[in-house]
C-alpha cells in the first residue's frame, strides 16, 4: 500500500468525541479550500458507524454550504433518524467554525434479493494502456498559470490511480468538445485483512466521485480545468447511488457527462461500472460553474448541447 493511500485511510478513519459525534482531520485540495470528495466520504463514514451491523449504504443525498477549512477539524454530528426492518436512514452536519459546511442524508439497507437490469458498460480502453497522472500532468504544465498547480494536483491524487481514457480536459483549453469523459481508477494499493471492509470501498468510492465529474460541463465549453484559466466552480449538491458490490481497489470505469449548463450551474452525471461490466455506481451533480462577467460561449455543437 502506497504512503499516500496510508494518509488518505487515516483522514477517513474519524476520531469519535461522543456517541454521535465525530471530528475528522483535513487537508488542502488543489485549490485552497477543503476537498468536496473528502467532507461527503468522512460524513458518510460517520453515518455508517452508527448503522446496525449488515446493512449498506444504497444512497445519499448531499449539498455544500460552505467552502470548508483546510487547517481546522471537521465536526460531524448524526442523527438517527430512522432504524426499519429493512432500512436506516441518518443524516450529518458537517461543522467548522461554528458554522455548517455541508450536510447529508444517507439511507441503508439489509442485503436482498430483486429484479436486476442494468444499462450496459460503455466502451472504453483497459486502463494499463492508459497514462498516469504522473506521466500526463507535465505534458501540460506550461498551461497552468500557478506555478504550483501541477505538483498539488499530483499530490491531491496521489492515493488514487487515476488515468484519463482521452486527453484531460485542462489540455482542451479553446477546443470545445462533447460534454463527456471517461476515466478508469483504483487506490494506489489493495485493501487486504481488516481494511476489507464493504464499507470502506463504498467511502473509498464516494471521496473519488467528486474528482472530475463537473469536468464534463466545461469540456462542451473548451474551458479546460478548474486550475487552467479562469473558470470559477464548486460543488452545490451530491447524489449517489450504490447499486451493486464492488472494489475501490480494483479498476472502475467513471463513465461522465453533462446534460445542460445554464444560469452559472452546470449538471453533470456518472455511472461507475466494474471492470466485467457491472453498474455498481450512479452519480447526479450540480456545481457553480463561471465565467468572467460580460464572457457567453456557445457549446461545441448542436449534438453537444441537446445531449
Not at 477517513?12 to 465525530?22: G, K, P
Not at 479550500?33 to 448503522?51: E, K, W
Not at 483497459?126 to 501541477?150: N, S
Not at 449538491?237 to 445542460?260: G, I, K, N, V
Amino acid at each position: 500500500m502506497s504512503q499516500e493511500l496510508t494518509s488518505l485511510l487515516e483522514l477517513l478513519d474519524l476520531e469519535r468525541v461522543e456517541q454521535d459525534i465525530f471530528r475528522g482531520s483535513s487537508r488542502p485540495a488543489v485549490v485552497p479550500r477543503v476537498f468536496g470528495g473528502q467532507v461527503a466520504a468522512q460524513a458518510l463514514v460517520a453515518a455508517c458507524r452508527t448503522v446496525p451491523a449488515g446493512r449498506l449504504p444504497h444512497s445519499l443525498h448531499a449539498y455544500f454550504l460552505r467552502s470548508g477549512d483546510p487547517g481546522a477539524h471537521i465536526v460531524y454530528t448524526v442523527d438517527r433518524i430512522r432504524d426499519g426492518r429493512s432500512f436506516t436512514t441518518r443524516r450529518v452536519v458537517a461543522v467548522q467554525h461554528g458554522q455548517p459546511i455541508f450536510h447529508l442524508s444517507a439511507s441503508f439497507q439489509a442485503h436482498e434479493e430483486g429484479m436486476e437490469h442494468q444499462e450496459p458498460m460503455p466502451q472504453a480502453p483497459d486502463p494499463e494502456t492508459l497514462p498516469t497522472a504522473e506521466e500526463i500532468v507535465p505534458r501540460y504544465r506550461e498551461l497552468f498559470t500557478d506555478p504550483q498547480v501541477p505538483e498539488r494536483l499530483l499530490r491531491a491524487r496521489a492515493a488514487v490511480d487515476l488515468r484519463y481514457v482521452e486527453e484531460p480536459p485542462f489540455g482542451r483549453v479553446g477546443r470545445p468538445s462533447e460534454p463527456r469523459s471517461q476515466v478508469w481508477f483504483r487506490t494506489n494499493g489493495k485493501l487486504d485483512g481488516e481494511l476489507d471492509d464493504p464499507m470502506l470501498h463504498i467511502c473509498l468510492a464516494t471521496y473519488v466521485s467528486d474528482m472530475t465529474l463537473l469536468d464534463s460541463v466545461l469540456l462542451a465549453h473548451g474551458r479546460g480545468g478548474w486550475a487552467v484559466g479562469d473558470v470559477v466552480g464548486a460543488s452545490l449538491d451530491h447524489a449517489m447511488w450504490f447499486h451493486r458490490p464492488f472494489r475501490a481497489d480494483e479498476w472502475l470505469l467513471y463513465d461522465q457527462e453533462s446534460p445542460t449548463a445554464q444560469g452559472g450551474r452546470g449538471l453533470a452525471k456518472g455511472r461507475i461500472f466494474t471492470r466485467d461490466g457491472r453498474l455498481v455506481v450512479s452519480v447526479i451533480q450540480e456545481g457553480v460553474v463561471r465565467v468572467p462577467r460580460g464572457e457567453v460561449d456557445q457549446p461545441a455543437s448542436p449534438a453537444a448541447a441537446s445531449r
